[in-house]
């Protein structure tokens, strides 16, 4: 699957895999963590690229997993649901037994990522384990998995902000 959130880095993404697979479709769907306070625009964005384009999407929602229990709501000033997208994000790809996610994430976009490689190896849990990651010499790729793992693989995590913005330039 390849998760997407409507901003400028995933729709990259999907551009990309659409120039990759073209002229067949995406093979993979996406995956939007529908925190429910999306503005109406980018819901009916995300809507229209799925229709134009004939992408199979699944709407994981944050919702849910507060109805269902799995998350708490945050209370107080100024709550937020964006914690709250990564138990929706693993309760979706545990339900739809997705073994690996396409993301547009990048090292530069916070600390953290900056150890994460290409292939990010998750966990049962779907954590992940700088310790753990399995080298990538070469460009070469480690794809096992056992059955209760999976990975998050993001093909621009090497490109920097202006990257992306000189590609969006680029392309039109």
């Known amino acids: 699957a390849m998760l997407f959130s409507g901003g400028k880095d995933s729709i990259v993404m999907l551009h990309l895999a659409r120039k990759a697979f073209w002229p067949g479709k995406v093979p993979f769907p996406l995956i939007h963590v529908d925190t429910g306070h999306n503005f109406p625009e980018a819901i009916d964005y995300r809507d229209w690229l799925v229709e134009e384009y004939d992408l199979d999407l699944i709407v994981g929602s944050v919702q849910g997993s507060i109805d269902k229990g799995t998350a708490v709501e945050e209370t107080g000033t100024n709550p937020s649901r964006n914690g709250l997208q990564a138990i929706t ?40 384990n700088p310790k753990n990651q ?8 480690n794809g096992r998995y056992n059955d209760y793992e999976h990975f998050r693989i993001f093909p621009i995590s090497n490109w920097t902000e202006m990257d992306v913005w000189q590609y969006i330039a680029q392309e039109r």
């Not at 916070?110 to 490689?117: C, G």
């Open 89 to 128: 994000l693993l309760e979706t790809l545990e339900e739809y037994n997705v073994d690996a996610a396409f993301g547009g994430g990048r090292r530069d976009e916070e600390k953290a990522r900056a150890k994460e490689r290409f292939f990010s190896h998750r966990d049962e849990f779907g954590q992940w």
């Open 134 to 141: 399995r080298p990538e010499l070469w460009t070469l790729y």
